[in-house]
């Protein structure tokens, strides 16, 4: 089990100026400024216009409208009225669709960045076949002296696994395709509708075979053991694994002229890997199985929903009688010390032990049947990988940008409807009432040519003391939003 460390800071040495550090890596450079290569009459022009693009291009993002929403109004200067309250319909619409979007894009990339697991069934058959036993020789020749066959009784113990399809599937035609394929001659690791089927050594990464000792001759044990190679036990893709890391089935051969039970050990591989947790630990994390991430997890989850951290030291939580047998340091825990608190309570998984009797006698080979297993395994989620050409679609960017340019030409459309109104509304009210319209007209350009040249009294214009900035009261000018947001603005300059 792979040691956990804390991610603290590391100390740093505090040294005297007496005790200097001697050596170093290289020499050091001196303090102060330092010379720069001066840059060409080139170089500085390309710098130049570099620059002065940058700025250009700036300025033109500037000056791009960006309101899309029609001005307010509009719908009584036109003939088709109901037109605009389309257009309003249409923008909610386009709201409501550009967020929907957004949320399942982000809900997308969320899932494609998880690693998510489902289980399936790995079917596992037993058989054995025998070689050389008695009942399989021609018989003995009565007239010699020696009555010892010449070939040793053995038996052939075959271990296949293959990972069904879906539930229902028995996983016989797969069985069947294999042997066909393997009488034609043809190479079986060469699947014709599956090129990416996880074999069976994929789920595993050790395997041993135990055998009856009672039935041992001689106190000689016979073991079996496989072990998956260091290089390929850690989640490399079956593509170009040696024979040795990348088969369906496995075959041994043992002398023996009596059945024999036998236990099949199968140590799983998983990724990240999934230990068996203790019962302190368990009990508190509702799980019997996890790994150690979700341990992690679990137990922070139980620190906020039973409120034991502590309120003015977040880092600290207070243990009860469970967290006490999981900490088992005190009445007091630290959240960053979590994982240390977690590691020891893992304890690697059991491996899959599968029972088989081995049969060498007549009546069981006249119609051998395989002893059959099934295991539950883990895979990786064959959504997710359909998820990938969603996020990276080359098309996206360029309909990104498509959508960006309508979105622009649109602006520029109703920039042009809002001057039009503009300029509706100006000579409206001019045909209406000519003379009020031009004094409060010129009355507006004086005010605004006051506060250009810097000439406009506080408040601005020509009424800034007039009644209405004396007055007071909730309906009065100092009541506005301006008003007060402008009042704001100048009392925090003051601080």
Request: include cysteine; charged fraction near 30%; glycine fraction near 6%.
């Given at each position: 089990?792979?040691q956990?460390?804390r991610?603290?800071?590391?100390?740093v040495?505090?040294r005297?100026?007496?005790n200097q550090?001697?050596?170093g890596?290289?020499?050091?450079m001196s303090s102060?400024?330092?010379?720069?290569?001066?840059l060409?009459q080139a170089?500085?022009?390309?710098?130049?216009?570099?620059?002065?693009?940058?700025s250009?291009?700036a300025?033109?993002?500037s000056?791009?409208?960006?309101?899309?929403?029609?001005?307010?109004?509009?719908?009584?200067?036109?003939?088709?009225?109901?037109?605009?309250?389309?257009?309003k319909?249409?923008?909610?619409?386009?709201?409501?669709?550009?967020?929907?979007?957004?949320?399942?894009r982000?809900d997308?990339?969320?899932?494609a960045?998880?690693?998510t697991?489902?289980?399936k069934?790995?079917?596992?058959?037993?058989?054995?076949?025998?070689?050389d036993q008695?009942?399989q020789?021609?018989?003995l020749?009565?007239d010699?002296?020696?009555?010892?066959?010449?070939?040793?009784?053995s038996?052939?113990?075959?271990i296949e696994?293959?990972?069904?399809?879906?539930?229902?599937?028995n996983?016989?035609?797969?069985?069947?395709?294999s042997?066909?394929?393997?009488?034609?001659?043809?190479?079986?690791?060469k699947p014709?509708?599956?090129?990416?089927?996880?074999?069976?050594?994929?789920?595993f990464?050790?395997?041993?075979?135990?055998?009856?000792?009672?039935?041992?001759?001689?106190?000689a044990e016979?073991?079996?053991?496989w072990?998956?190679?260091d290089?390929?036990?850690?989640?490399?893709?079956?593509?170009?694994?040696?024979?040795?890391?990348?088969f369906?089935?496995?075959?041994?051969?043992?002398?023996?002229?009596?059945?024999?039970?036998?236990?099949?050990?199968?140590?799983r591989q998983?990724?990240?890997e999934?230990?068996?947790?203790?019962?302190?630990l368990?009990?508190?994390?509702?799980?019997?199985?996890?790994?150690q991430?979700?341990?992690?997890?679990?137990?922070?989850?139980?620190i906020?929903?039973?409120?034991?951290?502590?309120?003015?030291?977040?880092r600290?939580?207070r243990?009860?009688?469970l967290?006490?047998k999981?900490?088992?340091?005190?009445?007091?825990?630290?959240?960053?010390?979590?994982?240390e608190?977690?590691?020891?309570?893992?304890?690697?998984?059991p491996p899959l032990a599968?029972p088989?009797?081995i049969?060498?006698?007549?009546?069981?080979h006249?119609?051998?049947?395989?002893?059959i297993?099934d295991?539950?395994?883990?895979?990786?989620d064959?959504?997710?990988d359909?998820?990938?050409?969603?996020i990276?679609?080359?098309q996206?960017?360029?309909?990104?940008?498509?959508?960006?340019?309508?979105?622009?030409?649109?602006?520029?459309?109703?920039?042009?409807?809002?001057?039009?109104?503009?300029?509706?509304?100006?000579?409206?009210?001019?045909?209406?009432?000519p003379?009020?319209f031009?004094k409060?007209?010129?009355?507006?350009?004086k005010?605004?040519l006051?506060?250009?040249?810097?000439?406009?009294?506080?408040?601005?214009?020509?009424?800034?003391?007039?009644?209405?900035?004396?007055?007071?009261?909730?309906?009065?000018?100092w009541?506005?939003?301006?008003?007060?947001?402008?009042?704001?603005?100048?009392?925090?300059?003051?601080?």
């Amino acid at each position: 089990m792979q040691q956990q460390y804390r991610a603290y800071a590391p100390q740093v040495s505090q040294r005297s100026p007496a005790n200097q550090r001697r050596g170093g890596i290289g020499p050091m450079m001196s303090s102060g400024p330092h010379p720069s290569v001066p840059l060409t009459q080139a170089q500085l022009v390309q710098q130049q216009q570099a620059q002065a693009h940058a700025s250009e291009l700036a300025k033109r993002r500037s000056r791009k409208p960006t309101d899309k929403n029609m001005p307010e109004g509009v719908e009584d200067n036109i003939i088709d009225a109901e037109g605009v309250q389309r257009y309003k319909d249409l923008r909610d619409v386009e709201r409501r669709l550009d967020a929907t979007m957004t949320r399942k894009r982000l809900d997308i990339i969320e899932s494609a960045g998880r690693s998510t697991k489902r289980y399936k069934t790995l079917r596992i058959w037993i058989s054995n076949t025998v070689e050389d036993q008695i009942w399989q020789s021609n018989g003995l020749n009565v007239d010699a002296f020696d009555f010892t066959p010449s070939m040793d009784a053995s038996y052939r113990v075959k271990i296949e696994g293959r990972l069904l399809d879906s539930e229902d599937d028995n996983g016989e035609h797969e069985k069947i395709d294999s042997d066909e394929t393997q009488q034609d001659g043809t190479d079986p690791s060469k699947p014709k509708t599956q090129p990416q089927r996880h074999r069976f050594s994929h789920f595993f990464k050790g395997l041993t075979v135990d055998f009856d000792r009672s039935r041992f001759r001689n106190g000689a044990e016979q073991t079996v053991e496989w072990k998956k190679p260091d290089n390929t036990a850690r989640g490399q893709s079956n593509v170009n694994l040696p024979a040795a890391a990348d088969f369906d089935e496995l075959t041994f051969k043992r002398n023996g002229d009596e059945n024999m039970n036998i236990t099949i050990n199968l140590f799983r591989q998983e990724h990240p890997e999934t230990y068996l947790l203790s019962p302190e630990l368990a009990e508190v994390v509702d799980m019997t199985q996890a790994t150690q991430q979700e341990a992690v997890m679990g137990l922070w989850e139980y620190i906020k929903v039973m409120g034991l951290q502590e309120d003015e030291e977040k880092r600290n939580f207070r243990c009860d009688e469970l967290m006490k047998k999981v900490v088992r340091r005190g009445d007091v825990g630290y959240i960053p010390m979590l994982n240390e608190y977690v590691t020891q309570h893992l304890r690697p998984l059991p491996p899959l032990a599968l029972p088989y009797t081995i049969r060498v006698d007549q009546g069981f080979h006249k119609d051998p049947q395989p002893t059959i297993y099934d295991v539950q395994v883990a895979v990786e989620d064959t959504f997710r990988d359909s998820l990938v050409p969603l996020i990276h679609n080359a098309q996206y960017a360029q309909m990104l940008k498509d959508v960006t340019g309508l979105d622009e030409q649109l602006a520029r459309l109703v920039q042009a409807i809002s001057v039009s109104k503009a300029k509706h509304t100006f000579f409206t009210s001019l045909s209406q009432d000519p003379a009020n319209f031009v004094k409060n007209w010129l009355s507006s350009q004086k005010r605004d040519l006051e506060i250009i040249m810097g000439e406009a009294s506080r408040g601005g214009g020509e009424h800034a003391s007039g009644d209405e900035w004396r007055r007071g009261g909730k309906d009065s000018v100092w009541a506005t939003q301006n008003a007060r947001e402008s009042v704001n603005v100048l009392l925090s300059k003051q601080r």
